[in-house]
């Protein structure tokens, strides 16, 4: 797709390389694949003394070692062009489906982890790059636009993996696996459209020699990969728990877990095409709270009102502040980051909100009796800890709220590049170059 000069020297580019940009995102839900079907696994490797525990790692283990996958990506930046980084991350996830080769024997389900190690690089490397394509390649309005589609397109993505990995499973485990290859063309569409972006890696001088690349990364970033990092804690007891929760309390079975969490998914896509399409500039820099805010209450109904209907409603307030808030965050770090370091930024980001969420099980267990709610039980008298989760999440979303409200005020008072969608003062040679993009870009 042939791309056109807008004055100010920057790239205009055309509807394939929007998509393709949009379509890095639908690459780390590829493992969305084998959420179905572990209960098949464990069926499979049930008479060789693989527990549960085990069987649950096969999702664990990549979310922890996404971690390093995203720290890696700011590193091999400095050495390799970002493209090229891109089809690594998107090889090594398609080893993933290896797993479907190996035995059933103890010795194979050491394999079959150790392909969900490399999967879990593929997928921490993803994350950022998602993000940084877009910020690299776009300005402006469209920018902002796409960073919100981008929400959206991942968590349909993902329910689509998930629901035709659900079909696979029923025939057996390893097709499961075997699906995730299912993501090739899409994976060719982004070789074939993807343009590569014209910025220096982060850490490079003017004259460009290569410094340090963490000094791109400003006081401001830092604050900002930190408060997303401890939200994630209890942001990501929702997935956790639903589960949990619904059969602890004895609302129903597997299929009514399935269709509720698919209103979260639901909720957190029309959430992020709705940020993206007319809220996002309309909330008055309060994007970050509102966006807590209705998380929070969402936990709230979980927790205090147990009812399938309440449990819906729940639910979509909690997914639709969640499809706000993932990208108001991802806009507001790429705005305080200078464009060479925004790569570094979103793996610090991705790294941080990873670590945060592994240890979100064992510190919300910790919290629970700390502030008196462990052991709550719902209607039916059933003991329930997913729902003493909830409501630590619930209430640390109080104190969350007011403490990024706080920020955001003293950021409309003294410094408005804190937080939360305010626009860091620029000089007046470079708003007029910004108002330029958005009205050529829009």
Known sequence: MATTKTQDGGQ????????????????????????????????????????TVMIQQIQGIPSLMAIFGAILVGILERYMKKKHILILAMVLMFMGSLAAFVPETVEGFWLLLATRVVLGLGRGMIFPMASSFIADLFTGKKRDQLMSFKTAVGGISGSIFQI????????????????????????????????????????????????????????????IIIVAGIWNIFQFSYMTSISLAIAGVGLGDTGVTGWISSLQTASCAVGALCYGAFLKGRLGGFDLPIAIALEGIGFFILTHVITVPAYAVGTILYGFG????????????????????????????????????????PVLAFLAPVLGVAGIKGATGIESSA?????????????YFIFVLVLILIGKAKAPQLIAGIKTPAPAAAEKMEAHEDDDQS
């Open 322 to 361: 969640f499809g706000l808030l993932n990208p108001a965050l991802i806009l507001q770090l790429v705005k305080v980051l200078p464009r060479e370091g925004a790569t570094l930024g979103l793996s610090l980001l991705a790294g941080s909100q990873n670590l945060f969420q592994f240890f979100s099980a």
């Open 164 to 223: 035709i990995g659900g079909m696979l499973a029923v025939l057996s485990w390893r097709y499961a696996f075997i699906g995730m290859l299912m993501a090739v063309p899409i994976a060719l569409m982004i070789i074939a459209w993807l343009k590569e972006p014209e910025v220096k890696p982060a850490g490079t001088t003017a004259d460009g020699k290569k410094g340090n690349p963490l000094k791109s990364i400003t006081a401001i970033s830092w604050l």
């Open 387 to 399: 729902l003493a989760n909830w409501n630590v999440a619930w209430m640390l979303a109080v104190v």
């Open 12 to 51: 205009k580019y055309g509807v394939t390389v929007q998509v393709a940009a949009l379509l890095v995102i639908t690459m780390q839900y590829v493992q969305s694949f084998v959420t179905p079907g572990l209960a098949t696994v464990r069926a499979a490797y049930a008479g060789l003394g693989i527990d």
